[in-house]
């Protein structure tokens, strides 16, 4: 079955500094989606890639979905301290499962 | 726009017990799904519905765990009889349809704490 995988579990920025993390899944995906999570919150969508090589922005966080369709990843600019929390990648098929996340914490 | 409901909030019960969660998707939304989150683990897929009719219950436990989703709306999730290893945040989410282009809406969650 589909399996998300994601790395690292685990990011510490200093703020203002840039970080990247990925997303591999097992098999081809038709879409993907990355939600945020904050501390002690649910899951919010972010924004879903569908086309093959498709790159999205919103504002310091750039989406890129692989030529594949089977990896992902999220960049963000000149973290800020509003960046903290846990980012998911689901992969969909028929169904919609989710990455084991990373969780990004900054110091100013 | 109402967003998902889901209740309780919070719930704790020794082993052994029967515990029920609620769940009240977005109005018009077909798709329905439970979440199983550990914590510091990403969500777990227990079961989606789509409709009344299930899409994909392969990672739920059916020794213990039920779901329905009578006439197509609401959902419960059930727990019977709970381990200590069911502590977890149970979310609920839902999404417009199965098109597979839809973002999914998520409830507050439930948090279970088996004692």
């Known amino acids: 079955g589909q399996q998300v995988m994601q790395i690292p579990q685990y990011q510490h920025v200093q703020e203002g500094e840039d970080f990247t993390t990925y997303c591999n899944s097992s098999?081809?995906?038709?879409?993907i989606q990355w939600y945020k999570q904050r501390p002690g919150g649910h899951p919010v969508f972010l924004i879903q890639?569908?086309?093959?090589?498709e790159v999205k922005k919103q504002k310091r966080l750039t989406f890129q979905f692989g030529e594949a369709k089977k990896n992902s990843s999220l960049h963000i600019t000149a973290t800020q301290t509003t960046d903290v929390g846990t980012y998911f990648c689901?992969?969909?098929?028929?169904?919609?499962?989710f990455g084991a996340g990373t969780t990004v914490t900054v110091r100013a | 726009e109402a967003g998902v409901a889901q209740s309780p909030r919070y719930k704790i019960i020794e082993k052994r017990q029967s515990v029920a969660f609620w769940c009240n998707p977005i109005s018009g939304h077909a798709t329905l799904y439970w979440y199983q989150q550990i914590l510091g683990q990403g969500p777990k897929l227990l079961i989606q519905?789509?409709?009344?009719?299930?899409?994909?219950d392969s990672q739920l436990p059916k020794d213990r765990f039920s779901a329905e989703r009578l006439k197509g709306v609401d959902s419960t999730l059930k727990i019977q009889p709970a381990k200590l290893e069911d502590s977890a945040v149970y979310l609920c989410a839902s999404s417009l349809a199965l098109i597979r282009n839809t973002e999914a809406f998520f409830g507050q969650g439930t948090r279970l704490t088996v004692v």
């Open positions: 689901a992969g969909r098929d028929y169904k919609l499962s």
């Open positions: 890639l569908v086309k093959s090589g």
């Open positions: 519905f789509q409709n009344n009719g299930v899409v994909d």
């Open positions: 098999t081809t995906l038709s879409n």
